[in-house]
């Protein structure tokens, strides 16, 4: 499930859990797993980084 996937979950179920910015790589992961960020979200939260800048850069107004 992708960052806006799970914002979207957590919105619907009424968690107010998200953070404002990314949580230090060992701090423990946004998601409450118990985990440290860096071996739980952080893989993902880049990829989705990444895609997100890749587009603003190439998919803006001309």
């Not at 914002?7 to 992961?29: D, F, Q, V």
């Amino acid at each position: 499930m992708g960052l806006f996937e799970r914002i979207g979950t957590m919105l619907r179920s009424g968690k107010e859990n998200i953070p404002a910015e990314k949580p230090g790589r060992n701090e423990p992961c946004w998601c409450g797993s118990g985990r440290k960020y860096k071996k739980c979200h952080l893989p993902e939260d880049d990829r989705i980084q990444t895609k997100a800048k890749a587009c603003s850069l190439n998919c803006g107004p001309s």
